[in-house]
Every structure is written in structure tokens, then in C-alpha cells.
T-cell receptor, first 114, second 116 residues
């Protein structure tokens, strides 16, 4: 079946540090890949996406590249801010019982200290 | 941006009773709504997909007679947990999608259900 594995948290960094959150997936066919972010007290928000191999998704300084050969979609940001503190979820979209249903990783809690 | 609300945000009920959770799209018409369940420190698991005016499609292993989903209008879907048991205690999250959107789902803030 389809699955997403992402690094366990919490991840604690200082402001302006470089961020990498690893995400790998297992899927049949060619899924679309997503990163969602959840700020405290809010619902999940789409951060970025990539729909085919070698695509790079980017938003708000975050980037992730769809690597088919390593089945990975690692999230990176060059200089994090305190406001980036949140829970980040890697996800894939598959054509299962629900045509747009998402399979999520467990989430990585990111804490940025000033 | 598009907003999805859930009500209630948390609920406590006794074993054997039923509880209804509402999911509303506030500023757009949601042709498709999804219900997810999240256990502590676990990922979100898709429970079912509902399209307005039709029966929900349940994921394998999800009891459709226990988790009743209704999507009667383009702005409202409900999840009813029938004859609740303590193992049904969880965080339930809905998301909604417009017909014109290829990829983006808008998520509600979630509902914490505790069954005593």
C-alpha cells in the first residue's frame, strides 16, 4: 500500500538556521506529493506541491523536489524564522477509494528559537 | 483564503451514545469533502470521501454503519459516530475541495472526541 515516512520530531533550531525535514514515500504509480503546515490552533494549510518527477514546489522560502529515483520529497528552507514554528506534514495523493484522498506522514513538530 | 469550520471543537460523550460533528465550507462550495482521523503522534488517516448528494465512499477497514457521513449540501457535511466506544476517542478532521481545484483541499481545525 501507499505510505509516507517523515522524520520524527520535535526539531528545534535557532532562527536563521538551515532546515531540512526528510520525507520518503512508497506508492504504486506516480503520486502527487505535498507538504502541509499546521500552525497552533489552525487547520492544515497547503504549503507546496509537486505533481511529477523532478518538479520543485516552493512557497514562503520553502522548497521540495520530487525525486522519483530516491522516492523522496525533502522540505528545505535556507533561513528559518520563529514564525515558521508549526507541525509539518508530508503527504501523497493516490487514486484509491477516494479519488483525491491523501496519505499523510506522522508530522514533524518544528520549533524555532529566537 | 477558503475557510472550513468544524463544530464542535471538542466533545465528550458516554459509551453507547451517538455524536455528530459538522464540517462547513464558509466561503466556497465544496463538491467533495473528506473525513480524516488522527491518533496521538500518528498521521491523519482518510476515513471516507463524500460528494454532495451521493453516498460516501469509505476506506477499507472503516465501518460505514458506525461512522455515518452525510453531505446534503455544498457547504455542509456531517460525521455521526454511532454507539460510541472509548476506542473511538480521537481527533477528527475534515477537508473540503471545490470542483475547479485540481489539488488543494482546505482543512478544518479538527474536533477532539472523548468517549468515557
Amino acid at each position: 500500500g501507499n505510505s509516507v515516512t517523515q522524520m520524527e520530531g520535535p526539531v528545534t533550531l535557532s532562527e536563521e538556521a538551515f532546515l531540512t525535514i526528510n520525507c520518503t514515500y512508497t506508492a504504486t504509480g506516480y503520486p502527487s506529493l505535498f507538504w502541509y503546515v499546521q500552525y497552533p490552533g489552525e487547520g492544515l494549510q497547503l504549503l507546496l506541491k509537486a505533481t511529477k518527477a523532478d518538479d520543485k514546489g516552493s512557497n514562503k522560502g520553502f522548497e521540495a523536489t520530487y525525486r522519483k529515483e530516491t522516492t523522496s520529497f525533502h522540505l528545505e528552507k535556507g533561513s528559518v524564522q520563529v514564525s515558521d514554528s508549526a507541525v509539518y506534514f508530508c503527504a501523497l495523493r493516490y487514486s484509491g477509494g477516494g479519488a483525491d484522498g491523501l496519505t499523510f506522514g506522522k508530522g514533524t513538530h518544528l520549533i524555532i528559537q529566537p | 483564503g477558503a475557510v472550513v469550520s468544524q463544530h464542535p471543537s471538542w466533545v465528550i460523550c458516554k459509551s453507547g451514545t451517538s455524536v455528530k460533528i459538522e464540517c462547513r465550507s464558509l466561503d466556497f462550495q465544496a463538491t467533495t469533502m473528506f473525513w480524516y482521523r488522527q491518533f496521538p503522534k500518528q498521521s491523519l488517516m482518510l476515513m471516507a470521501t463524500s460528494n454532495e448528494g451521493s453516498k460516501a465512499t469509505y476506506e477499507q477497514g472503516v465501518e460505514k454503519d458506525k461512522f455515518l457521513i452525510n453531505h446534503a449540501s455544498l457547504t455542509l457535511s456531517t460525521l455521526t459516530v454511532t454507539s460510541a466506544h472509548p476506542e473511538d476517542s480521537s481527533f477528527y478532521i475534515c477537508s473540503a475541495k471545490e470542483a475547479r481545484e485540481a489539488y488543494e483541499q482546505y482543512f478544518g481545525p479538527g474536533t477532539r472526541l472523548t468517549v468515557t
